[in-house]
């Protein structure tokens, strides 16, 4: 379980880059959304198959992805070092977490939660859209960088022995 929640101010929601380009008017309004929460190394911030019902902002300290393998041991997929986000298909996509995501280090993390996010669409939804927009291209560099990745190790050289 997270420690120490608490509420950001303004000029913490505007160093995280997801939000550096906003005005004060909707940082103030991300202000009434946004709670800052602590990890100890070695933790979950969510598991595979949950609900996914928020998004994450890595603001101190380095997680790991893992996803479950058939043989129920987890592989590690990629390393995230502060500043970053984590879990925007909860924006994207209902359903359940695709990964895990652990901690490697003490990890500070913004929580921006789906409900939030609903009463940003009905508040002010051109923000709403600059959100979502924004979500959608980590989605789409990430899905880029897993393609690249994937075609290497299709067209390495099988190891026979």
């Given at each position: 379980m997270p420690r120490n929640s608490r509420q950001l101010t303004i000029d913490e929601i505007a160093r995280i880059p997801f939000f550096n380009d906003l005005?004060?008017?909707d940082l103030k309004i991300l202000s009434e959304m946004l709670?800052?929460?602590?990890?100890?190394k070695n933790k979950y911030i969510f598991r595979e198959g949950e609900v996914q019902d928020s998004l994450f902002f890595i603001m101190d300290?380095?997680?790991?992805v893992l996803k479950n393998a058939e043989d129920?041991?987890?592989e590690q997929l990629a390393q995230f070092n502060a500043p970053q986000v984590i879990g925007e298909m909860a924006l994207i996509s209902p359903g359940t977490r695709s990964a895990s995501i652990m901690t490697i280090t003490p990890v500070t993390v913004t929580r921006f939660g789906c409900a939030s996010f609903e009463k940003i669409i009905k508040r002010k939804p051109e923000l709403a859209i600059n959100i979502l927009r924004k979500a959608g291209n980590t989605v789409s560099t990430r899905l880029r960088k897993a393609n690249q990745t994937y075609l290497k190790v299709i067209?390495?050289?099988k190891n026979d022995a």
């Open positions: 005005s004060d008017a709670d800052l929460y602590y990890y100890d300290g380095s997680v790991i129920g041991h987890q067209h390495e050289p």
